[in-house]
């Protein structure tokens, strides 16, 4: 199948349902799309985000595409040219930017950190909460200033806020300077969507709702020594605060096989560490038709790869099943780091998040951990101020917080998301006693996260050294397998080595250590 037959839905023709286009003209609609002149600018719709499709989780299989590649005619559309890509929100957008930046490196630009260089510039966007939109809002403010001084500039928005009816809306309304528009199913589009904005200057908007697809075989720039590798994508948990169910589709996963090919080559070419991607990665298998294979089974495979260190990101405590514990107790290349987000620590507020376990449950479940692997590092998530959280619900967080001893945890303030079911209910916690929340557990993390960090001293730790310290060219910084940050001194020679080092100093967001000896040649495992 040829790339361009990938389109998985077929083109509205109006759009008028979905934005306020009161002062839109409708130039012209053909199969593909329909041509807009909003306020004097010409406007191609392909296709537009659309919530209802996005909540639909139907049964229809899921097709995986090997065949990709971009065709010859725009492998040289970039020569001499640069691009620049900003990217927000979370690993998955970050490996979404490596994915694009393949990409356009296959169509010959280069790429530039410097804005004013560049020809191409895209915003991959994140819409968790609202202060991650109002970041490329006030960005979008800046390039059009860019843009009214280079009007050859291309300035593309891409990533989780395209996939929203009310941004696109928006971006249509007061930003339609801006020449591409495209969402998270279609970047395998990239090349096909640049050349239409380049041929025609006028805004292109592709924006799928719906994907049952995977593409394999999509370019990639990887840099350093860690490395990222989706197992699987898009999310079917319908949290009920959360936006990534409509922006990122349903539930799929790649095949076994191919996550295997893609770490044994990632170690073959020498990467350190790969970390596994999805938003709750022990869904991992559970649309597999064909065969029995979860999370667990991966997991396996993983360790007998000759890659130093396997990490993942996020599991979910509804499907952390024992199987999955027994696998990482073996060790070896699976690290001692659990990234087990549990939002609350009131039973009521997590069955209003629709987050199916109660506090009890997680507690067994952090238990059940820390036996089978006592050294393991626990993190979190945690949102604070839910619609109706009352301060004794608050404080069940707090003691939560206390009892399973998190090493660290991301903290957030709730933020409505339009469109989620959490948006329609009464958000009632006033804003100041929300920021009096989060101010309460972030010192609770802090003092737990130093009270963990002064458990190491004395204690010997393997350090993947990554780099020199952004304030002390003589101190190198790395991580432990748990990922903690830890600096200590040495040659620079030993960036990209294993050491193995005593902990000589504990601070809260870090820890100090000393060399006990040089790296050995190969990364030890
Ligand atoms: N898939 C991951 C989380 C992805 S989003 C998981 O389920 O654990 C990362 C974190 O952002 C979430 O864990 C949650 O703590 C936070 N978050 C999501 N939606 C939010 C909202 N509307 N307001 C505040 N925080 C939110
Ligand atoms: Fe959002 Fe919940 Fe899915 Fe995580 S599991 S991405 S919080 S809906
Ligand atoms: Fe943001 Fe999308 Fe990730 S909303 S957190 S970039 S999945």
Avoid at 210 to 216: A, F, L, N, Q, V
Wanted: net charge negative; proline share 4%.
């Amino acid at each position: 199948m040829k790339e361009s037959e990938l389109k998985p839905q077929k083109p509205e023709k109006d759009y008028s349902k979905y934005f306020d286009f009161s002062d839109a003209k409708v130039l012209s609609r053909d199969e593909n799309t329909t041509t807009y002149r909003i306020k004097g600018r010409i406007v191609n719709i392909n296709s537009a985000p659309d919530h209802k499709q996005e909540k639909k989780r139907g049964k229809e299989d899921i097709e995986v595409h090997y065949d990709f590649s971009i065709p010859e005619e725009l492998r040289t559309m970039g020569i001499g040219k640069r691009y620049l890509i900003q990217t927000y929100g979370c690993q998955m957008n970050e490996h979404d930017t490596e994915v694009m930046r393949g990409m356009f490196e296959q169509m010959g630009y280069v790429s530039t950190d410097d804005r004013k260089a560049a020809d191409v510039i895209l915003l991959n966007t994140c819409a968790i909460r609202e202060n991650a939109e109002d970041k490329v809002f006030g960005e979008l403010g800046h390039l059009k200033t860019l843009k009214t001084e280079k009007p050859d500039l291309l300035i593309g928005v891409c990533g989780c806020m395209s996939q929203e009816e009310s941004v696109v809306g928006r971006i249509l309304q007061k930003h339609a300077f801006i020449d591409l528009l495209f969402g998270t199913h279609n970047i395998h589009r990239l090349p096909h969507l640049l050349q239409s904005a380049y041929f025609s200057k006028e805004l292109v908007v592709e924006v799928w709702s719906k994907e049952g697809d995977i593409i394999e075989n999509l370019p990639k720039k990887r840099e350093g020594m860690r490395a990222w590798v989706n197992i699987m994508y898009g999310c079917d948990k319908f949290c009920t605060y959360c936006i990534v169910p409509y922006t990122r589709g349903k539930e799929r996963s790649r095949r076994p096989e191919d996550v295997i090919a893609e770490v044994r080559e990632l170690a073959r070419q020498g990467f350190k560490e790969v970390t596994l991607l999805g938003q709750n990665v022990n869904a991992y298998g559970k649309d597999f038709e064909d065969i029995q294979y979860r999370f667990g089974d991966l997991m396996a495979d993983m360790s007998k790869i000759d890659i130093p260190r396997v990490r993942f990101m996020t599991s979910h405590p509804r499907d952390f099943d024992d199987h999955l514990i027994e696998v990482l107790a073996t060790r070896g290349n699976l690290v001692e780091h659990i990234h087990l987000p549990v939002q609350s620590g009131s039973t009521e507020i997590l069955k209003r998040m629709s987050r199916k376990y109660t506090r009890e449950a997680f507690l067994t479940l952090s238990d059940k951990i820390k036996a089978a692997i006592p050294d393991v590092m626990l993190t979190s998530d945690i949102i604070v101020g839910f619609p109706g959280e009352t301060d004794e619900q608050f404080e069940d967080t707090l003691t939560l917080v206390k009892e399973v001893g998190f090493d660290f945890a991301y903290s957030f303030i709730y933020s409505p998301r339009e469109g989620t079911p959490a948006a329609g209910m009464e958000d009632n916690v006033p804003l100041e006693v929300k920021k009096a929340r989060l101010q309460r557990l972030n010192d609770l993390l802090a003092a737990n996260a130093r009270e963990k960090n002064e458990q190491l001293r004395g204690q010997i730790v393997e350090v993947l050294i990554e780099g020199e310290s952004k304030n002390n060219a003589s101190v190198l910084s790395g991580r432990t397998r748990t990922n903690k940050l830890v600096h200590l001194e040495g040659p620079k020679e030993w960036i990209g080595s294993f050491i193995q080092a005593r902990v000589t100093e504990a601070q809260t967001w870090y820890i100090k250590a000393e060399a006990l000896e040089k790296p050995a040649q190969e990364a030890a495992v």
